[in-house]
């Protein structure tokens, strides 16, 4: 292929990715925002909706869009820190889909220049990272989180089209 096409076709994946890396993140969010209801009561919602933002982006190292949440983040690093160790625990099942989105993450940022390595490193330490899963291709992983974001009743179940049979 030759590298004016091989360019095109990134320009086009990564943002595809990039899309499914965020699904992966909502559905966290979604799921330690239950998980906080229950564990900490005495917050109030719009306090653990910040700490969840914050979790997840300490975990994917970026920066926070709502700056809400960034101040929330350092008034309350103690607390963001001891959510963060004991987060493992807390994303069950959400595992082996939250390695593949924090190795895509990881890759679409090489591709944008960007060395986001330090996110892996930290969640192999916090006990997130499957390291023994394979990396998936990234139409298996997108199947998987388009999968994952129907059963959360965030994207509609894609309908075969019907075609005209003679």
């Known amino acids: 292929m030759a590298v004016q096409e091989q360019g095109l076709v990134e320009n086009k994946i990564l943002p595809l990715m ?3 890396v965020l699904l992966v993140r909502m559905v966290l969010h979604r799921k330690l925002v239950e998980s906080l209801a229950e564990r900490r009561p005495e917050l109030s919602a719009s306090a653990r909706v910040q700490l969840c933002g914050a ?19 350092r008034e ?9 160790r004991g987060l493992a625990g807390q994303v069950g099942l959400l595992k082996p889909v939250l390695t593949d989105a924090l190795r895509m993450h990881t890759i679409c ?5 960007i060395n986001s390595t330090a ?4 969640a192999r330490a916090l006990g997130v990272l499957e390291e023994d899963r ?3 291709l990234p139409s298996t992983f997108m199947l998987a989180v388009r999968t994952l974001a129907v059963a959360e009743g965030l994207a509609h179940p894609l309908i075969a089209a019907e075609t005209d049979a003679d």
């Open 18 to 20: 990039r899309e499914a």
């Open 55 to 73: 979790l997840i982006n300490n975990l994917f190292g970026t920066r926070p869009e709502d700056e809400a949440v960034l101040h929330f983040g």
């Open 76 to 84: 309350h690093r103690h607390m963001v820190e001891e959510e963060l």
């Open 109 to 113: 940022d090489e591709q944008e220049g």
């Open 119 to 122: 996110s892996l490193l930290m």
């Open 134 to 136: 394979s990396l998936p």
